[in-house]
């Protein structure tokens, strides 16, 4: 590659051969999304970020087959459903919610519905005052149920659990923007989590190259996986 042009954009691997002969055991295949067209990488060394949705998935085929000691802690964590609902009301409206952070609701009948609130602009310290955007935090199960809905019924929702907060003060939103972690191809769920059970030889696994192919990202940290920081660690 050209120094200083060795960033390469709207590509996505297809497949990985990590035995091959020679000076420079690894190739890479990796499609243009814009053209459809195939790229061939080949190196000596490489670093494999994928989340662990990704290399759970069938949408990276590495040649030969991951060694069963690699894929069996692969398939011991799974991807938390977890996603978090950016909530905007007009810019003309005084905030109707109260000044702290985290605003909690519980529903006496549907557990995790909407129950963890995010105040961007409390006391001062986040977002400017008027940029009337709340967070409402989604996991879990509830998950589920609130991915199977339009837009449109999650805003409708939204508005109804923030009446039964704040009653006639309550003001419907006017967009909301729910960013798609699980169904994207690139992640396929939010973050890793870890099962009951998992130890430092389950992490020393994980972490361990394969020949010249090295794994890394924040599922590989033993102590900050699922953490922005847990990636730059490992």
């Known amino acids: 590659m050209t120094a200083g042009k060795n960033l390469i954009l709207n590509k996505y691997v297809t497949d990985v051969k ?6 420079y055991p690894i190739e890479v ?3 243009d999304t814009q053209t459809g067209k195939f790229m ?3 190196a000596k060394w490489a670093v494999m970020t994928f989340s662990i949705g990704v290399l759970e998935s069938d949408h990276v085929e590495f040649h030969p087959p991951l060694p069963a000691w690699k894929s069996e802690v692969i398939y011991m964590f799974k991807m938390t459903r977890y996603i978090k ?3 905007k009301f007009p810019d003309d409206i005084t905030a109707f919610w109260d000044d702290n952070h985290y605003i909690m609701y519980v529903d006496p009948h ?6 963890v609130w995010q105040n961007l602009e409390a006391r001062g310290k986040y977002y400017p005052r008027g940029t009337n955007v709340l967070l409402c935090t989604v996991l879990g199960g509830y998950y589920d149920t609130v991915s199977s809905w339009s837009k449109e019924q999650v805003m409708e929702e939204l508005y109804r659990v923030l009446r039964e907060m704040y009653g006639d ?26 099962p009951i059970g998992v130890d430092r030889t389950v992490f020393d696994n994980l972490d361990a190259p ?9 599922a590989c940290s033993q102590n900050y996986n699922g953490y922005l920081h847990g990636a730059l660690e490992r």
């Open 40 to 42: 061939v990488f080949r």
């Open 210 to 218: 394969i020949g010249h192919l090295y794994m890394a990202g924040e």
């Open 110 to 115: 549907v557990r995790g519905k909407f129950q």
């Open 169 to 194: 003060k309550a003001m419907p939103p006017e967009d909301i923007l729910v960013p798609d972690w699980h169904t994207n191809p690139l992640f396929f769920g939010s973050y890793s989590n870890r």
């Open 85 to 87: 609902i950016f909530i």
């Open 18 to 23: 990590y035995k091959l002969q020679g000076d």
């Open 29 to 31: 295949v990796a499609k």
